[in-house]
C-alpha cells in the first residue's frame, strides 16, 4: 500500500474533524450530527468507534465501526424455552462482534470515500483499522470472536478479495425492502391508480379497519410524555423477532428527535386517546429511511395498524417528493404488498478462531434465520 495513507480512530463523534461532513454530505447516516445522537443513545451493548482515512495527512475516507456484545442481550426467540443451543453456542463463540458498518440499519452506511483513495486501499486499511480495535479490546480482556463488514447491494459490493479480505466468508441475510416512487405520482391517489383490483380492495380494507384511529406528528414533549408507553411498544415489536442484536434505550427516540429535529419524524397512532402504535422515519437526501416502530399487538391486528404506517410512509414520501423508501428487513411479503423490491444485501464475516473459520460456510446458514415469503406485485 502507498506510504502516504494512514488511518485514525476517533473513540468520540465530538471529536471528528470538521471535514468529515464534508465527505459525509450524500449521506446523512454517517454525518456527525448522526453520528453524536447515535452514540449518545446507543444500545447498552454497543460501542461506536469512528474512522478517518488520510493521505498525506488529509482525510479522504470516512467509516464507522461498532462493538456488539450479544452475551448482553436475548439473541434468539427460541431463548425463550427453558434451554436453547443455538443460543448457547453463539454466546461461547460469537457473542464478540466488531463490524464495519451500522447494525441499527440496513444498507451501505459503511464508510465514505473521496477520489484520492482508491477502495481497494480504503478497504485494506479499514482491515488494519479492525484489527487496531480489537487490540485496544484485548488489552481490556475483551477478546473479539467475529470482524464483520455490511451491508452491500450487488452494484456496491466491492473487491474485498482485492482488497486483502483474506478468509472472510461473504453472505447474503435477508433483503432490503426498498419503494421506488414513479416520477408521475403527484399524490397517493396516483399510487392507487396504479395499483391491481385485488391491491386497491386491500389498501381500502385497511383504511376501513383504521376508522377510529387518530394518526399525530409528535414533537419533542410529546415523545418525553409518552417515553414509557412508547418504549413498551417498541419492546412488543422487538420481542416479536426471530433475531435480535440489540435494545434501544428508553431514551433512544427522545435524543434523535432533540438532535436530528425536522429530518426525524415520529408518529403516534391513538385509540380513544391511548398510544397503540407509532413509527419513525429519517430523512437521507432523497430517501425516505424507516426506522424503529412499535405497536400492541391486539390493536394491530384489529386495525391492521402495520399496513396502514407502511401506507402512511409511502403517502408522505410522495407527497414529498422522495425517490424512494427504504423499509429495510423484516416482514418482506407485507412490504411488497405495497410495492416494495427486495434488493438482496451482501457482507463479510470472518471468526477470529482458525478452526471455526473453516467452517463458517456451514455455521453461518446454521445462525441466520431463514425466513419464507412470497414475492407480491401489486401493480397493474
Same mark, same amino acid.
Given at each position: 500500500?502507498?506510504q502516504?495513507?494512514s488511518?485514525t480512530?476517533f ?11 464534508t465527505?459525509a454530505e ?7 450530527n ?11 451493548n454497543m460501542?461506536?468507534?469512528f ?12 467509516a464507522?465501526v ?19 443451543l443455538?443460543?448457547?453456542i453463539?454466546?461461547q ?5 466488531l ?10 452506511n ?22 487496531h480495535?480489537?487490540?485496544d479490546y484485548? =488489552? ?6 467475529? #470482524?464483520?463488514?455490511?451491508? &452491500?447491494?450487488?452494484?456496491? @459490493?466491492?473487491? +474485498? ?7 472472510y466468508?461473504?453472505?447474503c ?22 395499483l391491481n383490483?385485488?391491491y ?5 380494507r385497511?383504511r ?5 384511529i387518530e394518526?399525530r406528528?409528535l414533537?419533542l ?21 426471530s ?5 434501544l ?5 427522545e435524543a434523535? =428527535? ?6 426525524? #419524524?415520529?408518529?403516534?397512532? &391513538?385509540?380513544d386517546?391511548? @398510544?397503540?402504535? +407509532? ?8 430517501d425516505m ?5 412499535g ?5 394491530q ?5 402495520y399496513?396502514?404506517m ?13 425517490k ?5 428487513r ?19 464475516i470472518?471468526?477470529t478462531?482458525?478452526l471455526l ?14 425466513v419464507?415469503?412470497k414475492?407480491r406485485?401489486?401493480?397493474?
Amino acid at each position: 500500500m502507498d506510504q502516504n495513507f494512514s488511518f485514525t480512530i476517533f473513540s468520540t463523534a465530538a471529536a471528528l474533524p470538521a471535514t468529515w461532513d464534508t465527505i459525509a454530505e450524500e449521506n446523512a447516516f454517517l454525518k456527525r450530527n448522526y453520528l453524536c445522537v447515535l452514540e449518545k443513545s446507543a444500545p447498552e451493548n454497543m460501542e461506536c468507534h469512528f474512522v478517518g482515512l488520510l493521505k498525506d495527512g488529509k482525510l479522504c475516507g470516512i467509516a464507522l465501526v461498532q462493538y456488539i456484545n450479544l452475551s448482553r442481550v436475548n439473541t434468539f426467540v427460541e431463548e425463550k424455552k427453558s434451554f436453547c443451543l443455538k443460543d448457547y453456542i453463539f454466546r461461547q463463540f460469537s457473542s464478540h462482534i466488531l463490524v464495519i458498518g451500522n447494525n441499527t440499519l440496513t444498507g451501505q452506511n459503511a464508510y465514505l470515500l473521496t477520489d484520492a483513495i482508491p477502495e481497494t486501499a480504503a478497504l485494506s486499511l479499514l482491515q488494519r483499522s479492525l484489527q487496531h480495535i480489537a487490540r485496544d479490546y484485548r =488489552k481490556k480482556c475483551v477478546y473479539m470472536h467475529v #470482524l464483520a463488514i455490511k451491508d &452491500f447491494n450487488r452494484e456496491e @459490493l466491492p473487491d +474485498f478479495k482485492a482488497a486483502g479480505f483474506k478468509g472472510y466468508y461473504q453472505f447474503c441475510t435477508q433483503p432490503n425492502m426498498i419503494f421506488s416512487i414513479k416520477e408521475n405520482w403527484g399524490s397517493i391517489e396516483d399510487y392507487l391508480a396504479d395499483l391491481n383490483t385485488k391491491y386497491r380492495t386491500q389498501y381500502n380494507r385497511a383504511r376501513k379497519k383504521a376508522e377510529g384511529i387518530e394518526k399525530r406528528k409528535l414533537t419533542l414533549e410529546n415523545i418525553r410524555e409518552q417515553q414509557d408507553r412508547i418504549h413498551e411498544l417498541y419492546l412488543t415489536v422487538a420481542g416479536n423477532a426471530s433475531f435480535n442484536t440489540f435494545h434501544l434505550p428508553k431514551d433512544h427516540f427522545e435524543a434523535f =428527535k432533540e438532535h436530528l429535529k425536522d429530518d426525524f #419524524l415520529f408518529y403516534g397512532y &391513538f385509540l380513544d386517546g391511548k @398510544l397503540v402504535g +407509532f413509527n419513525t422515519l429519517i430523512k437521507n437526501g432523497p430517501d425516505m429511511d424507516t426506522y424503529f416502530l412499535g405497536y400492541d399487538d391486539a390493536i394491530q391486528k384489529e386495525k391492521m395498524l402495520y399496513l396502514n404506517m407502511l401506507y402512511d410512509m409511502v403517502s408522505y414520501a410522495i407527497k414529498k417528493g422522495f425517490k424512494q423508501v427504504v423499509f429495510a428487513r423484516s416482514a418482506m411479503e407485507i412490504k411488497s404488498s405495497v410495492g416494495a423490491k427486495a434488493e438482496e444485501v451482501y457482507g463479510m464475516i470472518k471468526h477470529t478462531n482458525p478452526l471455526l473459520n473453516a467452517f463458517m460456510s456451514k455455521l453461518f446458514p446454521y445462525f441466520d434465520p431463514k425466513v419464507e415469503w412470497k414475492e407480491r406485485s401489486p401493480f397493474k
